[in-house]
Each structure stands twice: as C-alpha cells, then as structure tokens.
C-alpha cells in the first residue's frame, strides 16, 4: 500500500472537527418523582482538533457524567452538546460511533479474543450486522494497531498481554471507528509510569498529527498539566474553571476542590507541577 | 490476521453438515429393530424415486414412519435449544446460561401445560388449537426469562452468581408446579411427567405442528443471527457496546423475543430436554471461536447433531426399553456444567 493511501486512512474525517458543549446540564434521580440524586450544574467548553481536554475532579464530581453526555449516550437536561455542528445524542447509534470513539475504564471480555478481533470490533459502525470485514477494514485496523505501536500485539490473546499493551490495543480499537473525537474514561488508572506516559505521549501525538479531539477523564493532575490544552475542573457537580492549565491550576483552587494542602509551581516544561506535601495522597508528584 | 469470509463460514457449515447426515443415517439404522446399512440404503433410494407404495416392508415402515420423523423433530429441537442458549449466553452475559439451567424450559412447560388446560374450553377449531400449546410455552419463556433476568439483578446490574441460583431456584418451583398441574389434570395418568421434566422425542406429532417448528426456527433463529454482530460487542459489554454503535435497546427485545420462541417450540414438542443449550454453544466455541456470526450457525448444526446422538443412545442403551433423551443430556451435560463453573471460580 502506497504511503499516501496509508495516510489518508490514518488522518481519517478528523482534521477540521470542532466541539462545542452549549451550557450542558443533566440530573440523575431514581423515579421522576423524586429530588434528583446528582445534578451536573449547566456548563460550557470548546474544543478545536488537534486539541487535549482534561476532565478534573474528585471522586463523584460528575467527570464521567459529563464524558457522557459529551459522547450522546445520555441526553442533557438542558443545553446540547454539537460535533461539527451535528448535535450527538440524537445521531443515530451507527453514524455517533463514526465521529466518536470511547475508551472506557476498564474493558471485561466473557471469551477472551485476540487483539486484530478486538479492534476490528471498531469497525463495526460502518457496516450491517452480517457484514463480513472486506480489505478496508483490515487495512484500517492494521493501520490503527500501528498507530499506537502494537503491531507485533496482533494475533497475541488479550487476557495473555499486560495492561499496558491492552490498553494499546483499546486505544487502537477507538482508532478503527476513525472518530473525529478521542473520549477516555481513566485510562491511565491501572498503568504504571512509564506506561501512563506511554499512552499519553501516543495521545499527544494522535491529536497533533491526525487531528483528534481528545477529551480525558483523569485523576492524575500532573499529567494533565504536561499533556492537556484546555482543563475543566469539576467539583460536586459544577465546573468551577475551564482554561489552560496555568489559569486553572491555583493553589487555593485546587486545595478547595482536592481538600488537601499542596503546592503549585512552575516545572521544568514550563507548565505547572502540583506537590501535595501532606496528607491524604490525592496526587503522587 | 483473518477476518471471518462467508467462504470460511460455508465451509465450516458443509463440515457439520455432513457430520449430521452421518449421524442421522446412524440413527436410522440403529435401535431396538437392527436395519442393515444395506436395507436401509434400498429404503431411502426407493424412497428417493418415489417407489415406497411398491411394496411397504416392515423396514420402510420403521424408517419413514417411526425412526426419521423422530430424527427431523430432533433436529429442530436441538436446533432451537443451541441457539436459545448461545443467545441467552451473550444477553445474560453468562456462559453458563442456558434456557433449562435457567428455569426458561420448565415455564415454557408450564406455559404449555397451562394452554392445553384452557384449550378444551375455549371451542377453537382443531387448526387453530394446536397452536395454542407452542403459544403458551413462548408466553411461559417470555415471562420466565423476565422473571429470572429481574431475579439476577444486583444494584442495577447482572450479577452472574444471583442469576443462576435465581434460574436455579425457578426451575425447582416451576418443576413443583408441573407436577401439581399434571395431577390436576389427571389423577391417574403421570406418563407426561417424565416428558415435561425431562423430554422426550418420542411423542409423535401432528404434521401441522412440524410444520410450525421449522418455520418458527428459521424465522427466530434467522432474526437472531441479523444481532450476531452487535452480539459480539454486546459480550464486550453494554456500555461498550453502544459506544461502538448498537442499539441495545433493539438487539436485546429481538433477541429476548426471538430465544423464547426457540425454547417454546421446542418445549412444546419435545419437553424440557436439558444442557443442550449449554454444552453444544461451548463446544462450538472451543473448536471456531467466539465470533456469533460462525457460531450460531454452527451451534445449530451441533445442537441437532447433539440431540439425534442423545436419543439415538436413549432409544438403544436400555433396549427395547427407552430413557428419556433429556437424561441422556443430562448425563453429559451436568458433569460439563460443573467443570465450567469450578474454572469459573478458580
């Protein structure tokens, strides 16, 4: 295959995609009849390709919530979320999957598969249910596989390899949908460093050279701050700042949201590094 | 890599095709009455050409009006049961589900026994009652699953262990009720019992009612296998499943809807036989892989080949007596059972 074929597959519908969350909200309750359990409180962001958005926040802020409404798999209570002008949770199943990709925490198999079959699984938006895989696919999922350097991870059995590779090979999978936007759930939640650094440098990379809009979930602040564009930071429910991450990250900001003592300050990159130097250990620094 | 091609899948379909023309030959030949190979061979070639009023011997007699009706009924049963159990396996998300472990069978039994109480009173004509059994084993299906998928719950999702011991404890209850029912209905005559809890090919059936049975599987089964690949994603995972683009809502109604008439037809026509839906699905997996648009298909091969060899050996083992082809399934069934779950846990 010719290296411009090769690049076309891989650059995809991307390039051009912008995000638009219009002053979202959306609220959990039980029944109807009841006071809602959760609420996330009417927000806005905006995302062009090529960009990293870093979702912030302690445990039940309302991250994932928002990841999904972002996805259109739960409709918002007010407000909408456009993809290209396109508003996602009324899209049809099939065509919302050929724009957006989600990686979700954690991925369980019944009958564990080899990783080629997994990945070929983002294929299936584009086709009918009895729709036998034709060339195309192959080479998109070849492609995909190498996108996140798993090639030689192919024919390997995916309950045999590490988190890391598996999480590669999820990544690829997300690829295969040749989505317009990235969404990940936690991806680095169970990856040691180097493989968490692993991941989002491949990250850094898909969203600078196949233009990307990728939209992450995370608790790790520092990493957020080295790889991401824009941050939202979310607490109970409210999205108390969305900017870049030196207009985000403040001391006292962060302390409120994160409830400990830490510090801010500028590393070596020139972004800002978060020492918590006491108490409960929200961040590893 | 090597995606599945429609060539690989016919191929695969051809093998297990002719793995059951032996078998079925085998069953012809073999029971209480020996046929030779030779016999039977002159039968089917007269048969063939149309030549069977020339001179009707006792061969022809035992093939064509006892033995091969039988084998045709099983092969739909075993059928049906394989892929009901390898689609409750991807909608449960449970590989040990199954429509008899599930207790699925025995409310299609007491659907069907149910209808054919009301029957009598209800004045139909002859055609249209005869549906009315099959109609009640899917409504009892229906209504089961339901109940037993509700059972399984666990803060808002399927927790394996609750959904089997919940199938589990339904079959025994519902068990317990087709006892009582068959006592209501007769105070003598228990001989439906062992047909009800165990099944049994050897009723024979009316030919309208054989009619039912294919075309109900192939509509059902045929509906099944149009999810087959969002069954696939729908393994991975619900939340998966509909990033990648399916219609849950749409795959879990046909599916549900489609499975319940597959185990009530064929609940009706032959009783609860067990395991089958169980033990073939697993099989197939082993040797084609998980991939549901290879395996239903071959679980249909295997679920008939399954159930032709299992009441081939309860008509032959304690000859000229006959065990009920679900102990037969039972047999080897159970012993699978346990092993899957023992890996399970360990």
Known sequence: MSSAARDSVAVSAASNAILSVEQVSYAYASNSAQAPLFTLEAMSLQARAGEIVAILGPNACGKSTLLNLIAGVLAPLSGRVLLDGFVTHTMPPR????????????????????????????????????????????????????????????DRRMDKISGGEKQRVILARALAQQPAMLLLDEPTLHLDIAAQVDLLDALRRLASVSRY???????????????????????????????????????ELLEQVFQTPLTVETGPSGRPHVNVWSGKSTERS | MQPLTLRRLLLRCAALAAVLFVVVVLALKLGAVQVSLYGLARELIRFALHQTSELPSNYSLIIFDIRLPRIFLGVFVGASLAVAGTSFQALLRNPLADPYVLGVSSGAA???????????????????????????????????????????QRDGEIDSTTLLLGGIITASFLNALIMLLLNLISERDHGGMSFWLMGDLSTPLQSN??????????????????????????????????????????????????????????????????????????????????????????????????????????RTVVAPGELPVGAMTALAGAPLFIYLLRRRMG
């Open chain 1, 213 to 251: 809009i990728v939209v992450v979930v995370t608790h790790e602040l520092n990493l957020a701050a080295e790889y991401a564009d824009q941050v939202a930071l979310l607490q109970r429910g409210r999205c108390l700042r969305v900017g870049p991450p030196s207009s985000v990250y403040q001391r």
């Open chain 2, 209 to 314: 009612l054989q009619w039912i049975i294919r075309v109900g599987f192939f509509l059902a089964a045929g509906a099944i296998y149009t999810t087959a690949s969002d069954l696939n994603l729908l393994l991975a995972g619900e939340k998966e499943a509909i990033h990648l683009g399916v219609d849950v809502r749409r795959v879990r109604i046909v599916v549900y809807v489609a499975a319940s008439i597959l185990t009530g037809l064929a609940v009706s026509v032959s009783g609860a036989i067990g395991y089958v839906g169980l033990l073939v699905p697993h099989v197939m997996r082993m040797i084609f892989g998980s991939d549901h648009r290879i395996l239903l298909p071959t679980a249909a091969f295997g679920g008939a080949i399954a159930v032709v060899l299992a009441d081939m050996l309860a």
């Open chain 2, 110 to 152: 007491v659907g069907a026994i149910l209808a054919y109480m009301i029957e009598p009173h209800l004045g139909l004509a002859p055609d249209v009652a005869v549906l009315l059994t099959p109609l009640g084993a899917f409504m009892g299906a229906l209504v089961t699953i339901a109940g037993v998928y509700l059972l399984g």
């Open chain 1, 95 to 154: 065509a919302r999957a050929q724009r957006i990709a989600m990686v979700q925490q954690e991925s369980q198999l019944l009958f564990p598969s080899r990783a080629w079959e997994f990945v070929m699984q983002g294929r299936h938006p584009y086709g009918r249910s009895l729709r036998f895989e034709n060339e195309e696919d192959v080479v998109v999922a070849r492609n995909a596989l190498a996108q996140v350097g798993a090639e030689h991870l192919t």
